[in-house]
């Protein structure tokens, strides 16, 4: 069978009832697209500057009340596809971004939708579920 380029990877981030998260007809709905991060944990230094200026921003939008309503993280999370690569990515996605958001932000908005750039997509969705969301219900479409 043939492999997809793309494959998406829905996120249910808790077992319980989600939050009633309701989107006024006032506004547009707000999506952070974040994409290629390219995580490569034998050089996490090297990006660690680019990654505070990146939560810096995005904590920022909050203060302003411009929080998004759903975050899409799209593209090479990892650069090598090493377990080391996709724990930086968990430790960013964890402390740079999701403690950056309000703390109602309905988990099940996060969209992860990894590109090909790893070999083996069934590797990089073991990956993903372990290293990046080894506390959530995650499930593959």
């Known amino acids: 069978a043939k492999v997809p380029n793309l494959w998406v990877e829905v996120v249910r981030m808790s077992q ?19 994409s290629d991060f ?9 990006a660690d500057p680019v990654l ?15 929080a998004p ?9 990892a650069h090598k596809g090493q377990a ?20 109602g932000f309905p988990r099940n908005h996060l969209l992860l939708v990894p590109g090909r750039g790893v070999l083996n997509p069934e590797n990089t969705r073991s990956r993903v579920r372990e290293s ?8 593959a479409v």
């Open 132 to 139: 990046v969301l080894p506390d959530t219900n995650a499930t």
């Open 16 to 34: 319980e009832t989600p939050q009633q998260h309701t989107i006024s007809d006032q506004r547009p709905v707000r999506i952070l697209h974040l």
């Open 69 to 77: 309503d759903a975050v899409a993280i799209t593209g090479d999370i």
């Open 52 to 66: 505070q200026g990146l939560s810096d921003a995005i904590q920022q939008f909050v203060t302003d009340g411009l």
């Open 38 to 46: 390219h995580f490569d944990g034998a050089k996490a230094w090297d």
């Open 84 to 103: 080391a690569d996709y724990e930086q990515a968990a430790k960013w996605i964890s402390q740079g971004l999701l403690a950056k958001l309000p703390s």
